[in-house]
């Protein structure tokens, strides 16, 4: 599977962007796609995944409320609609994949097997 992230910008804080993931290769083996961040110095965290089939998500308690995941399975799209954007939200943002069926630890970036080239976030306040 590859992994092509794209959306990503300077804004405000308080404003929106929309990260977009377009998917390609062995999209039928995808179980589920996530998005992490990355600062300077700092681990990759997670920020939200959902479920490729039923499209059950998940989200981090720091972007819970203000951020929203989704996908479009005919058009192998996923999403991420950042609202409400703080300076705190400033990383490299990475679009993932992975063919693991475990909802438990869907959060952990070491489950997941591909990985996009990161597109970057900039909140100024």
């Known amino acids: 599977v590859q992994l092509v992230e794209s959306g990503g910008g300077s804004v405000q804080s308080g404003e929106s962007l929309k990260l977009s993931c377009v998917a390609s290769?062995?999209?039928?083996?995808?179980?589920?796609m996530a998005w992490f961040r990355q600062t300077a110095g700092k681990e990759r965290e997670f920020v939200a995944a959902?479920?490729?089939?039923?499209?059950?998500?998940l989200y981090d308690d720091s972007v819970k409320g203000r951020f929203t995941i989704a996908r479009d399975n005919a058009a192998n799209m996923g999403y991420l609609q950042m609202n409400n954007l703080k300076s705190e939200d400033t990383a490299l943002y990475f679009c993932?994949?992975?063919?693991?069926?475990?909802?438990?630890?869907?959060?952990?970036?070491?489950?997941?097997?591909?990985w996009g080239q990161g597109t970057q976030v900039t909140v100024s306040s």
């Open positions: 993932a994949a992975t063919a693991t069926s475990d909802w438990n630890v869907i959060n952990r970036q070491n489950r997941y097997d591909w």
């Open positions: 290769g062995r999209i039928f083996s995808m179980y589920a």
């Open positions: 959902i479920n490729w089939n039923d499209g059950t998500p």
